[in-house]
């Protein structure tokens, strides 16, 4: 498992995914305004709002939350007008990070991560300088089951690849349009899934093992994961369960 799934894990185990669940709605519903203006409000002829509706209902935002967002991105509904950016940057020991964010004002949204970058001992990179080594992948990780029977089971629905990620978990990868077609089979299988997502992998890793800059990058990643503009966090550190563990106390 990443440094940063580890960190996420951790997070939702002490309760500050609940804690945040208001911010996250906020954040799902600026998506699905984006993705019903660009491609229209009927899911079924738009893919990307598909997968957004799909991760809202995972989330456990309410289908009339749902609906209002949808409505205001088709111009139903009041709704503000979103521009789309990735800022490219670089936290403590060399980790590259990704940060998408939506926001109705750039200058804004981009002294924000500067500031967060730059107070938390990271920086920001020219455009292209990390972006290359990350690819969007569907990811999904599954406790319990064995690699044989998970890899066939995986295959048969779409998956490409079935990996130990420790502890009796799998971390399965596949194609990010098909992450939620996955989680179901997987589910109707009594499998039990713990996490499914789109996301943005790195080819890279960078293993962190001095302490200090094990908690600079996280506290880079709650600052920039508070930020009201920011959508998303994707970074390619690696972490021991040992480090982690004492970091986050």
């Known amino acids: 498992m990443s440094g940063h799934s580890k960190w996420a894990t951790i997070k939702h185990k002490k309760g500050a995914a609940d804690k945040a669940r208001a911010k996250v709605f906020n954040k799902?519903?600026?998506?699905?305004?984006?993705?019903?203006?660009?491609?229209?409000?009927?899911?079924?002829?738009?893919?990307?709002?598909?997968?957004?509706?799909?991760?809202?209902?995972?989330?456990?935002?309410?289908?009339?939350?749902?609906?209002?967002?949808?409505?205001?991105?088709?111009?139903?509904?009041?709704?503000?007008?979103?521009?789309?950016?990735?800022?490219?940057?670089?936290?403590?020991?060399?980790?590259?990070?990704?940060?998408?964010?939506?926001?109705?004002?750039?200058?804004?949204?981009?002294?924000?991560?500067?500031?967060?970058?730059?107070?938390?001992?990271?920086?920001?990179?020219?455009?292209?300088a990390v972006g290359w080594q990350f690819s969007r992948r569907g990811v999904l990780v599954v406790n319990g089951g064995d690699e044989e029977s998970l890899m066939m089971l995986a295959l048969e629905v779409g998956a490409d690849d079935v990996a130990d990620d420790g502890d009796g978990?799998?971390?399965?990868?596949?194609?990010?349009?098909?992450?939620?077609?996955?989680?179901?089979?997987?589910?109707?299988?009594?499998?039990?899934?713990?996490?499914?997502?789109?996301?943005?992998?790195?080819?890279?890793?960078?293993?962190?093992t001095d302490a200090a800059d094990a908690r600079q990058i996280l506290r880079i990643i709650d600052a920039l994961e508070d930020n009201d503009d920011v959508q998303d966090v994707y970074s390619n550190f690696d972490i021991s369960d040992a480090l982690m563990e004492a970091v986050s106390e």
């Open 28 to 128: 799902i519903a600026r998506l699905l305004e984006v993705a019903a203006r660009e491609g229209g409000a009927d899911p079924t002829s738009n893919a990307s709002l598909r997968s957004v509706m799909q991760k809202a209902k995972a989330s456990q935002m309410t289908n009339d939350a749902i609906d209002r967002a949808v409505k205001r991105g088709a111009g139903l509904a009041g709704g503000g007008i979103y521009e789309a950016i990735t800022y490219e940057g670089y936290a403590p020991g060399g980790v590259a990070m990704l940060v998408d964010v939506l926001t109705d004002n750039r200058n804004r949204s981009g002294g924000d991560v500067r500031n967060i970058f730059s107070k938390l001992g990271g920086s920001l990179a020219e455009p292209g």
């Open 169 to 208: 978990a799998w971390r399965i990868t596949c194609d990010p349009h098909l992450v939620f077609d996955v989680r179901d089979a997987l589910q109707a299988a009594g499998l039990e899934v713990v996490s499914a997502e789109s996301t943005m992998v790195s080819s890279l890793t960078v293993e962190v």
